[in-house]
T-cell receptor, first 118, second 114 residues
Framework: AQTVTQSQPEMSVQEAETVTLSCTYD???????LFWYKQPPSRQMILVIR??????QNATENRFSVNFQKAAKSFSLKISDSQLGDAAMYFC???????????????FGQGTILTVHP | ETGVTQSPTHLIKTRGQQVTLRCSSQ?????VSWYQQALGQGPQFIFQ???????GRGNFPPRFSGLQFPNYSSELNVNALELDDSALYLC?????????????FGPGTRLTVT
């Protein structure tokens, strides 16, 4: 079974600084997706960034970038120039690429609460 | 483009009762997934519906059941409620095809079982 582990229950960063959230996962699959989701206190889960396992290049979305290490099964999120609006719970998630009875199933980590200090 | 909506926002039920939660998928999306999120935890996959059929299920007992309607909206039914069923229930919709990996979440329904 696939598992996703976030070992940092809480992280904090000063506004305009950079912070990195860690995630490791375990799978026997070779083709899969990894995601970072943000869940602000208002609860609605928002997709931040996506990485396809077959792509060597790390995904980037504006101030958000990932460090994907497939062999190490590591998938960290870097937030640059942190803003107050980045404060939220961040979840790392995994999904197989295709096929199987749980095709769309997302497996989430336990989450990391990010606090941004002004 | 209308996003994913869920109703009700909150509800309180008594142990042993039954509850139905509703989800309207985003326009153009034909797949709906349901997740249970206990306080301070990551969401856990309950099941997924595609074209009105369940096509994937997580580690949840049969008293968790669902439906998907021809307009792709969905219901989650939970029978014989237990205290541990207290959680935020999230619905997510996605399209078929190339963008199937993109799941869009609703705001959730907070269920409290007393």
């Amino acid at each position: 079974a696939q598992t996703v582990t976030q070992s940092q229950p809480e992280m904090s960063v000063q506004e305009a600084e950079t912070v990195t959230l860690s995630c490791t996962y375990d799978t026997s699959e070779s083709d899969y997706y990894l995601f970072w989701y943000k869940q602000p206190p208002s609860r609605q889960m928002i997709l931040v960034i996506r990485q396809e396992a077959y792509k060597q290049q790390n995904a980037t979305e504006n101030r958000f970038s990932v460090n994907f290490q497939k062999a190490a099964k590591s998938f960290s999120l870097k937030i640059s120039d942190s803003q107050l609006g980045d404060a939220a719970m961040y979840f790392c998630a995994y999904r197989i690429s295709a096929g199987g009875t749980s095709y769309g199933k997302l497996t989430f980590g336990q989450g990391t609460i990010l606090t941004v200090h002004p | 483009e209308t996003g994913v909506t869920q109703s009700p926002t909150h509800l309180i039920k008594t142990r042993g009762q039954q509850v139905t939660l509703r989800c309207s998928s985003q326009s153009g999306h034909n797949t709906v997934s349901w997740y249970q999120q206990a306080l301070g935890q990551g969401p856990q996959f309950i099941f997924q519906y595609y074209r009105e059929e369940e096509n994937g299920r997580g580690n949840f007992p049969p008293r968790f059941s669902g439906l998907q309607f021809p307009n792709y909206s969905s219901e989650l039914n939970v029978n014989a409620l237990e205290l541990d069923d207290s959680a935020l229930y999230l619905c997510a919709s996605s399209a078929n095809g190339d963008k199937s990996y993109e799941q869009y979440f609703g705001p959730g329904t907070r269920l409290t079982v007393t």
